[in-house]
Structures are given as structure tokens and as C-alpha cells.
């Protein structure tokens, strides 16, 4: 499995704008065949910044991701991008022996 973060900081006030513009990626990649999970959340201290959790069956389904209709045409004009403040942070994590969420054993 590939586990996927990326932190992004909006332009002040942009955050359910980016949300819309963001959806049909959103929901295309969701329908890929070797997509886990593709999810927005919004910081509850700073409404401003969105957080995107995304996961991959493994490095191929990845490499197919980046290789599709959507993604390239993400590329090519990205509706989102218009309310980026900043260059987003990401976290890529390969994790070859796992395929999914674990139950917390503190809980």
C-alpha cells in the first residue's frame, strides 16, 4: 500500500471554494480501480488549511493514478490552485506489507 498526505494552506476565507473545485478529482480518483481512500479534511485551529488523505493499493496503482485522464488534466489546469496560499507539504509512505487502517490497541 502507498499512504499519501498532503497539507495544503488556503488563501484566507477559500476553504469551501477549494472544496467544490476540488470534488470531480476528488470523486475520479475515488472511482480508480486501485484506490483505497481519497479524502479532504479541514484543520479544526485553522480553517484555512486542508488536508488530503489518499491510499493506493501499491506503487503501481500510484503510477496509474499519475498517469490518468483526470490527473493529467489536473496538470494541464488545476480549478483548485487558484486558492493555494503556499507550495503544499506532502508525506508518500510505501508501505509493502499493509493494506489498510489498523484498529488503535490504546483505545
Known amino acids: 500500500m ?17 472544496l467544490e473545485a476540488a470534488r470531480p478529482f476528488l470523486e475520479a480518483t ?12 479541514r484543520s479544526v485551529e485553522d480553517p484555512d488549511t486542508v488536508l488530503t488523505i ?16 483526470h490527473f493529467q488534466a489536473l496538470l494541464e489546469h488545476d480549478p483548485s490552485k487558484q486558492y493555494v496560499a503556499e507550495r503544499p507539504d506532502i508525506l508518500y509512505v510505501d508501505v509493502p506489507d499493509r493494506d489498510g487502517w489498523d484498529k488503535m490497541s490504546e483505545f
Not at 475515488?30 to 479534511?41: D, I, Q, V
Not at 489518499?54 to 485522464?69: I, N, R, Y
Open 2 to 18: 502507498i499512504y499519501i498526505t498532503v497539507k495544503k494552506k488556503l488563501k484566507p476565507g477559500t476553504a469551501d471554494a477549494y
Open 30 to 41: 475515488r472511482a480508480e480501480p486501485g484506490n483505497k481512500w481519497f479524502e479532504h479534511y
Open 54 to 69: 489518499e491510499a493506493f493499493d501499491d506503487a503501481a496503482a500510484g503510477e496509474a493514478h499519475v498517469a490518468s485522464e
